[in-house]
T-cell receptor, first 115, second 112 residues
Framework: DAGVTQSPTHLIKTRGQQVTLRCSPK?????VSWYQQALGQGPQFIFQ???????QRGNFPDRFSGHQFPNYSSELNVNALLLGDSALYLC??????????????FGPGTRLTVL | SQQGEEDPQALSIQEGENATMNCSYK?????LQWYRQNSGRGLVHLIL?????REKHSGRLRVTLDTSKKSSSLLITASRAADTASYFC????????????FGKGTTLSVSS
């Protein structure tokens, strides 16, 4: 049973560029959440997708956008990259949007470096 | 904003000793989860404890929750070098949806 997978593993971009990160949820999961983890910090919630719609959003600018596909996989897009966007981007999957007791399972992350 | 705050920030122990990490949070919650992260990689889910539970065990892990004090603790017994990692507590925001709010974590170092 494959867990949460993310691609690519590492990515280097320059300021002003755009980037797309991808996530495939754990088998049987239909909800995908994205988190940003800066060095030495805990992960911060970006947004969550369920039934192909953004259901919840954290305190991130509109430069951060996403998409969920019918097979539940998801993309995170970041436009006009800033140096401060350098971080580990984590995807988490779970079942059911309205379940507060659902465990969230994380992927290995994508390390984004903005130069 | 970060709700959970782990204490201590760093902990160094010898193999075989027990490690205790604490987490405090600010608002009411539905559940609290503990995660482990090795060397800046993905988070591994350790245990989830619901707001109506006071203690939970999983192997060498023991988690307690005190909602009156808005705090939780994670005890790792008989620690091993492989337990060396960062440990995070995460709470829900008690609203619709399941976004997790993380603290800054405790870095545990277990030496042999």
């Amino acid at each position: 049973d494959a867990g949460v997978t993310q691609s690519p593993t590492h990515l280097i971009k320059t300021r002003g560029q755009q980037v797309t990160l991808r996530c495939s949820p754990k088998s049987g999961h239909d909800t995908v959440s994205w988190y940003q983890q800066a060095l030495g910090q805990g992960p911060q919630f970006i947004f969550q997708y369920y039934e192909e719609e953004e259901r919840q959003r954290g305190n991130f600018p509109d430069r951060f956008s996403g998409h969920q596909f019918p097979n539940y996989s998801s993309e995170l897009n970041v436009n006009a990259l800033l140096l401060g966007d350098s971080a580990l981007y984590l995807c988490a999957s779970s079942t059911g949007f309205s379940g507060p007791y659902n465990e969230q399972f994380f992927g290995p992350g994508t390390r984004l470096t903005v130069l | 904003s970060q709700q959970g705050e782990e204490d201590p920030q760093a902990l160094s122990i010898q193999e075989g000793e027990n490690a205790t990490m604490n987490c405090s949070y600010k608002t009411s919650i539905n559940n609290l989860q503990w995660y482990r992260q090795n060397s800046g990689r993905g988070l591994v889910h350790l245990i989830l404890i619901r707001s109506n539970e006071r203690e939970k065990h999983s192997g060498r892990l023991r988690v307690t929750l005190d909602t009156s004090k808005k705090s939780s603790s994670l005890l790792i017994t008989a620690s091993r070098a492989a337990d060396t990692a960062s440990y995070f507590c995460a709470t829900d925001d008690n609203q619709a949806g399941t976004a997790l709010i993380f603290g800054k974590g405790t870095t545990l170092s277990v030496s042999s």
